[in-house]
């Protein structure tokens, strides 16, 4: 479904994205809405997809998960059933919170993954990402500390 989004769509989701524990009353007031309109514009980018779904951004380090790796991952084969078997694999290990396909350099995809330390991180690259069948290199790096870190998408000039 796509959908023209106006300022005030924007607004909303820019508020949303920032904080999406507003509640309709509050959302409403702050973009110069009545709860009822208010909500209506929310369920329509809810059904358009452009709202996938709300979450609750957490503290990883106060949980105890003080290690961030980027892992670049080659494949042996560039094959559809490869990477299916691959992406099938990754997408249910808890530890990644990101991974893509890219291009552009020797890797096939690169993945984020949060661990509590290095011992963790040894489990899980010998436990669980090497074993994936055609997986033929991994390259880690590891972040020293985060100096930009949202989640909040650009939206600024659009409407």
Excluded: W
């Amino acid at each position: 479904m796509d959908i023209q989004l106006d300022r005030t769509d924007l607004k909303i989701l820019d508020l949303l994205q920032r904080n999406a524990g507003l509640s309709n009353l509050e959302l409403a007031e702050r973009v110069g809405l009545t709860p009822t309109p208010c909500a209506r514009r929310v369920k329509r980018l809810e059904a358009a997809g452009i709202i996938l779904e709300r979450v609750t951004l957490l503290d990883q380090s106060k949980l105890g998960l003080a290690l961030t790796a980027h892992i670049g991952i080659t494949m042996d084969r560039h094959t559809p059933e490869r990477f299916e078997a691959f992406e099938r694999a990754v997408v249910d290990f808890p530890e990644v919170v990101a991974c893509s396909v890219v291009t552009g350099q020797s890797a096939d995809y690169l993945i984020k993954a949060v661990v509590a330390d290095m011992v963790h991180y040894e489990q899980f690259l010998l436990g669980k990402l090497t074993r994936i069948p055609g997986v033929t290199g991994v390259h880690s790096s590891f972040e020293l500390r985060k100096v930009v870190t949202h989640s909040a998408l650009p939206l600024t000039g659009r409407a």
